[in-house]
C-alpha cells in the first residue's frame, strides 16, 4: 500500500537462514530439502541481481511438505514501505488464506518499486526491478518446491500499478501465472491499449484482477494528477486489458447490498480472466471486514469485503489459465 511520508515503519528482522541463488529461469529444483522453521516468516537477504543487493521475505506452511509442489504468491507492498508492512496489512501469511501456498514479500529499493516520479532512477530502474523480481523468482523455485504452473504476484497501490508494468513487459509477463492488483497506481500505463504496453505474445490472455476502492483519495478512481505522475482512469485501465486480452464485452453486478460493483470479462474463451471490483466507501487500504494497518493509516474502519480472500480465490480459479 502507499503510505503517507510522515508515516515511518520500524522493524527489526531476524534472519534465520541463507538460500541457494539460482543461475537460470527453469523449473523448480528445491524439492526434497527440508526446510527450517516452516509456519514462521524468514528472510532473504544479500540476493545478487543487477548489480545490487536485493531482498524478500517468505513465508512457508506450517504444513510445508518438501516433496509435495507448491502454489507462490508474490506481494508487493506500497511505497515508503517494505514488504512486512504488506504482509501484516493484508495477513496473507495466516493460514486462512496461505495454507497451502508460499508467500514471498519482496523488498523495492528505498521503499519503492521504479515506474512512478518518486521513486529516483538512482535506486533502480524498471528494467532492474523487474530483473530482480525474475531472478527473486528463480531463487525461490531453487530454494522451495514450488509448482511452476502456480505462480502469481499482487501488489496494493505502487506495488499494484508495478504489478501493471510487469504485466506489460515482455519478460515481466512471462514471470507470472496470474496477477492482481489493489488500489493500484498505473504510472506506466496511461495512454491506451497501444501505447507501448508490449506483453510477451505467448503470455496473452494474462488473468488480472483489480480492486479498488470508489472513495481512494490518493489513487482515484476517476484518474488524474498523483503523487508519482499522471494514472489512468481505471474503467479505461480495465477497458485497455480486456482489448489486450481479446475480453468480450464485460459482465456486471451489483453485490455485498448495493456496495460493490463486480464486473468480468471472458477473454479468449476463458470466463471470468480479467475481474473487477469496485467497493464503494473504501479509501486508499486493503479492503477487509477486520481492522488492519492501512486503513489506521487513512483512517477509516473496516469494509465489506475481504481482499485477500477474493484475491486467493481468483488465483486458484485462473490459476495456469494465462501461460
Not at 514479500?105 to 518499486?113: A, C, E, L, R, V
Not at 505522475?229 to 464485460?250: K, M, V
Not at 481482499?307 to 501461460?323: P, Q
Request: contains cysteine; aromatic residues 10%; charged residues 15%.
Amino acid at each position: 500500500m502507499q503510505i503517507p511520508r510522515h508515516f515511518s515503519i520500524f522493524a527489526t528482522a531476524l534472519f534465520l537462514g541463507e538460500l541457494a541463488v539460482g543461475e537460470i529461469a527453469g523449473a523448480a529444483t528445491g524439492c526434497g530439502t527440508r526446510q527450517f522453521l516452516p509456519g514462521v516468516t524468514q528472510y532473504r537477504f544479500g540476493l545478487q541481481s543487477a548489480g545490487k543487493e536485493r531482498s524478500y521475505g517468505y513465508h512457508l506452511p506450517s504444513g510445508y511438505d518438501e516433496n509435495k509442489k507448491y502454489p507462490v504468491v508474490v506481494g508487493f507492498h506500497g511505497s515508503s514501505s517494505i514488504g512486512l508492512f504488506f504482509e501484516l496489512d493484508s495477513k496473507m501469511s495466516e493460514s486462512r488464506y496461505s495454507d497451502q501456498k508460499i508467500m514471498i514479500y519482496p523488498n523495492g529499493i528505498d521503499g519503492s518499486w521504479a515506474g512512478p516520479s518518486y521513486h529516483s532512477n538512482t535506486s533502480s530502474t524498471i528494467s532492474e526491478d523487474i530483473q530482480f523480481i525474475s531472478d527473486l523468482i528463480v531463487d525461490v523455485k531453487k530454494s522451495f518446491c514450488v509448482d511452476d504452473t502456480k505462480v502469481f504476484g499482487v501488489g496494493m497501490s505502487n506495488g499494484g500499478g508495478f504489478i501493471g508494468t510487469l504485466a506489460c513487459d515482455a519478460l515481466g509477463s512471462k514471470l507470472f501465472n496470474a496477477l492482481a492488483a489493489h488500489s493500484g497506481a498505473f504510472y506506466t500505463d496511461v495512454n491506451g491499449p497501444d501505447n507501448g504496453c508490449a506483453p510477451d505474445p505467448s503470455a496473452l490472455p494474462i488473468p488480472i484482477l483489480e480492486i479498488h476502492g470508489a472513495a481512494d483519495s490518493t489513487v482515484k478512481y476517476e484518474g488524474g494528477q498523483g503523487d508519482g505522475g499522471s494514472q489512468p482512469p481505471i474503467s479505461s485501465w480495465l477497458q485497455w486489458w480486456a482489448e489486450r486480452n481479446q475480453c468480450g464485452s464485460p459482465a456486471s453486478e451489483v453485490i455485498v447490498d448495493g456496495k460493490v460493483q463486480h464486473l468480468t470479462w471472458t477473454c479468449g474463451g476463458t470466463q471470468e480472466l480479467l475481474e473487477h471490483f469496485k467497493v464503494e466507501g473504501l479509501g486508499h487500504c486493503w479492503a477487509d471486514t477486520e481492522i488492519n494497518l492501512s486503513q489506521i493509516s487513512v483512517p477509516q474502519g473496516p469494509t465489506v469485503v475481504k481482499a485477500s480472500e477474493m484475491v486467493m480465490d481468483f488465483f486458484d480459479r485462473v490459476g495456469g489459465a494465462g501461460l
